[in-house]
Structure formats: structure tokens, C-alpha cells
């Protein structure tokens, strides 16, 4: 099974991700931030677009639903959680749903934090998970609308993922979370070198994202709360898991 996936830069730091069954030609886009270059994407390779797969309702991941439903008439997909604030969807899920694009299936994963009914979209086949602002790339979003323990627990279904899952995440946030993981684990020898991979790519203007689960697990502050090298880090060697989280969130709230 091939699932093709094309990054697509939007708005100022946003990316959607156009994919493609190439069994079928079934196509979807991930988030839709704005219209335009999403279209320009399928236009450049004589696609049409079949569903759009929406991972929660912050305007700069919705904002292209709209033109692209008018112009290709594709099926609209989100959590039902989140359907009263969302687009008109045509299909509405929730953690343990499936969605199909072609032969290829997604798992629907609650990843409530950032916002509460933010889902994720695991391709396990594809070893392909869409986390908009959940996992990103050395970070994870900032806790709006759920609890740090909430997030934790979201973040730690996604920990869960095969090692070799590529994340695919919602923005280029990954330079400005280097500067901030190196202040927390600063002998991770793993993180140095992610970090100056990071600063080349981000030099030659390419996008750091996907990344590797693996990697994540190795070098994301967020997601190696757990670690023993973390909690003493931030001074809190006999607290919980999720208050450790708690904590690096909060620090990177402020720096
Ligand atoms: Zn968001
Ligand atoms: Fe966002």
C-alpha cells in the first residue's frame, strides 16, 4: 500500500498535507489553513480532492475548508466532538473510528489538549500519524482549552505509536522549540545533534517536519517527561509524569 503525502507550506507557519491512494487515486488533504496553495498542489499534478480531513477548529487549520468544498466537492471530515465549531462536516468521528482514503485507513486518536476534541490520524500501514498542534516537531501545542494531564495523556497515546511512525505536525515551530529543549536536557547528546540538523535545514529554508517518532522520543522535552533526566532537570525527581509535563509546558509558556 502507497500513500503518497505532500508538505504544503500555508499561511505563515502552517502546513497542510495533501495525500494520495495511489491504488485509486483517492486524495485528501489534512487541514485545510487556506485554499490557495492546496489547490495550486493539486492543480500541479492533475488531482482532484476527495476529503478533507480536519484535525481541530482553529481558524489557521480551517480557514481553506470552504473554497476547496465549492471547488472539488469533497467529503468533510472531523470530530464529532468538535462539530458544533467546525466546518459543516459530512462524516463526524471519535477515538476509534476509522477513516477510509482509498484502500488506506486511518485510526481516529483524541488528542483533546490544545483544544478539547482535537483528533490525530494514525496510518498505520502508511506508518503515518497527522498531529496537527498535539506532537510537534521538539514541542507540542500550548495547552488552550484541556488540562496538562489531559495533554500528557494524549501525547502518551502517540508515544505508544510504532517507533517509526513519521509525525507530520501543523507548523514550522521546530527552530524556536530547539532553543527551548536544549534548556532542559542540555547533555542529551541525541537533542544537540537533532538541533544542529535543525538549524542546517531551517538555513537551506526546507521544512523540519516529519520527523521521526524515534526521534521525538529521544529529543522532545514535551514527550520525555517521563525521564529520569527531566524531572531532575526541572528539580521534581518524585513527581508524576504529568506534572512533570505540566511544568515543561509551563516553562515554555514563558520563555
Ligand atoms: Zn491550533
Ligand atoms: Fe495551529
Known amino acids: 500500500m502507497t500513500l503518497e503525502i505532500i508538505t ?11 495525500i494520495c491512494d495511489a491504488a485509486s487515486g483517492t486524495t485528501a488533504v489534512v487541514d485545510a489553513p487556506e485554499a490557495a ?11 482532484g480532492l476527495d476529503q478533507i480531513l480536519i484535525t481541530h477548529h482553529h481558524d489557521d487549520h480551517i480557514l481553506g475548508v470552504a473554497d476547496l468544498r465549492s471547488a472539488f466537492g469533497p467529503q468533510v471530515v472531523g470530530a464529532a466532538a468538535d462539530a458544533h465549531r467546525l466546518p459543516r462536516l459530512d462524516m463526524a468521528v ?29 496510518f498505520a500501514a502508511a ?24 495533554m500528557w495523556n494524549s501525547l502518551s497515546k502517540l508515544a505508544a505509536l510504532p517507533p517509526e511512525t513519521m509525525v507530520y505536525s501543523g507548523h514550522e515551530y521546530t ?3 530547539a532553543r527551548f529543549a536544549v ?13 544542529a540538523q535543525i538549524d542546517a535545514t531551517r538555513a537551506k529554508g526546507a521544512a523540519t517536519v516529519p520527523s521521526a517518532l524515534s526521534l ?11 525521564q529520569q533526566s527531566v524531572k531532575r532537570s526541572v528539580n521534581m525527581e518524585d513527581a508524576s509524569d504529568a506534572a512533570v509535563f505540566a511544568e515543561v509546558r509551563g516553562r515554555k509558556d514563558r520563555f
Open 8 to 18: 504544503i507550506p500555508c499561511l505563515h507557519d502552517n502546513y497542510a498535507y495533501v
Open 37 to 47: 496553495p492546496i489547490k495550486a498542489a493539486l492543480d500541479a499534478r492533475g488531482w
Open 94 to 122: 471519535a477515538e476509534g473510528d476509522t477513516v477510509t482514503v482509498g484502500a488506506a485507513v486511518a485510526d481516529v486518536i483524541d488528542v483533546s489538549g490544545h483544544t478539547v476534541g482535537h483528533i490525530a490520524y494514525h
Open 127 to 150: 506508518q503515518a500519524v497527522f498531529t496537527a498542534d498535539s506532537l510537534m516537531a521538539l514541542g507540542c501545542g500550548r495547552v488552550f482549552e484541556g488540562t496538562p494531564e489531559m
Open 175 to 177: 527552530e524556536a522549540n
Open 183 to 195: 534548556t532542559i536536557e542540555p547533555d542529551n547528546a541525541d537533542l544537540r545533534a537533532r538541533v
Open 216 to 226: 521525538e522520543l529521544a529529543t522532545n522535552p514535551f514527550l520525555r517527561a517521563g
